[in-house]
């Protein structure tokens, strides 16, 4: 289990606890986090999942591949160091700790 903090744009917290081998996205549609839309369901294929990682967390997350980089481009507002879609990250112990922000709006 990791604990993982979702940030709404707004600043509101929600800190819940995230099974290992879920992904971040699972672990805010299982716990009902507003704001992450998830639309695909964690195919890689809307974007809708997009988050910015907190400075501190961006080099304990595995790089981002070609289809994520990809899919970051029709996200609202991508930031080119900050942004991940949360289908995308697999939690692990590692990322116990881990907090990300949602963006003003999903596309």
Not at 13 to 36: S, Y
Not at 84 to 89: A, D, G, M, V, Y
């Given at each position: 289990m990791a604990k993982i903090t979702y940030v709404e744009h707004s600043g509101k917290e929600h800190v819940v606890e995230v099974a290992?081998?879920?992904t971040v996205m699972e672990?805010?549609?299982d716990n009902g986090i507003p704001g992450i839309?998830?639309?695909?369901?964690?195919?890689?294929?809307?974007s809708t999942c997009h988050v910015y990682?907190?400075?501190?967390?961006i080099e304990k997350l595995?790089?981002?591949d070609h289809m994520e980089a990809d899919m970051l481009d029709f996200?609202?507002?991508?930031?080119p160091v900050r942004s991940r879609l949360t289908c995308q990250?697999?939690?692990?112990?590692v990322l116990d700790g881990l907090r990300v922000q949602m963006p003003e709006k999903q596309i």
């Amino acid at each position: 289990m990791a604990k993982i903090t979702y940030v709404e744009h707004s600043g509101k917290e929600h800190v819940v606890e995230v099974a290992t081998g879920l992904t971040v996205m699972e672990g805010a549609r299982d716990n009902g986090i507003p704001g992450i839309e998830a639309d695909c369901g964690g195919a890689c294929a809307c974007s809708t999942c997009h988050v910015y990682v907190d400075a501190a967390w961006i080099e304990k997350l595995p790089k981002k591949d070609h289809m994520e980089a990809d899919m970051l481009d029709f996200a609202w507002q991508p930031d080119p160091v900050r942004s991940r879609l949360t289908c995308q990250i697999k939690v692990t112990d590692v990322l116990d700790g881990l907090r990300v922000q949602m963006p003003e709006k999903q596309i």
